[in-house]
């Protein structure tokens, strides 16, 4: 699972550049070769991306991007990444929050980030689901999300009232899977909505459940009760 995940997150971090409907990355988006080094380089000069994730959202930056750095000097170069985006490397800020949705949290927060002054050139966001996932969360989920394009994404209310300048991308997960049964199967109708849900609204998706669901051959091996490890 984390050879496909070090591979479909150059897609998941290069794709605002390109994308002008939603995009769906998965298990099939796994090719590193075949992303184009002026994608590479676009990215690094126009990306600032703010990431939210607890433990299972780590394959991404961690166990994804940092791997590929440990792999060979030329990768440590070619796929650097930081905090500040500062020596050429990409902008990837990486915070431990997850999404809360008893009190909503999740969303106050991302709003305070993005209405701070500090915060001005911030044009990527991704949230992804952690173990705390519960199929009556997803549909308020998919509202919150929706509520911060409409204000925040491209000719959002407050790109249009001159509130912000930068438009935001926003990036859709579905949520690991989980090593019990029962709930296994609630994480896979919450993640058909979500998907649904972003086919219909041509939004980006990061489809992890999917990628997790098949190892880097391409075969699928969900019926094992993956749990995002």
């Not at 991302?110 to 002054?117: F, G, K, N, S, V």
């Not at 491209?154 to 019990?180: D, M, W």
Request: hydrophobic content about 40%.
């Amino acid at each position: 699972m984390k050879k496909l995940v070090v591979l479909t997150i150059l897609m998941v971090l290069f794709l605002p550049l390109t994308a002008q409907n939603g995009f769906v990355i998965d298990h099939t988006t796994a090719d590193i070769h075949e992303i184009p080094q002026n994608w590479i380089d676009s990215a690094k000069a126009k990306l600032k991306i703010r990431y939210f994730r607890r433990s299972h959202g780590s394959h991404i930056d961690v166990g994804g991007m940092a791997a590929l750095r440990r792999f060979s000097s030329e990768y440590a170069e070619k796929y650097d990444y930081n905090a500040t985006g500062s020596g050429g490397a990409l902008f990837l800020s990486t915070i431990w929050h997850s999404l809360d949705f008893e009190n909503e949290t999740w969303v106050q927060l991302t709003r305070e980030y993005l209405d701070d002054a500090a915060n001005a050139e911030i044009n990527v966001v991704m949230w992804a689901w952690s173990s705390n996932f519960y199929l009556k969360d997803v549909d308020q989920y998919l509202i919150d999300m929706e509520a911060l394009i409409a204000d925040y994404g491209p000719n959002g209310s407050k790109i249009l009232n001159g509130e912000r300048n930068v438009p935001v991308t926003f990036i859709f997960h579905t949520a690991c899977g989980q090593k019990s049964l029962s709930r296994n199967e609630l994480v896979f109708l919450g993640n058909q909505k979500i998907r649904q849900h972003c086919q219909e609204n041509d939004r980006i998706l990061f489809d992890f459940n999917d990628i997790e669901n098949y190892n880097p051959d391409g075969e699928y091996f969900g019926d094992g009760n993956a749990d995002g490890s």
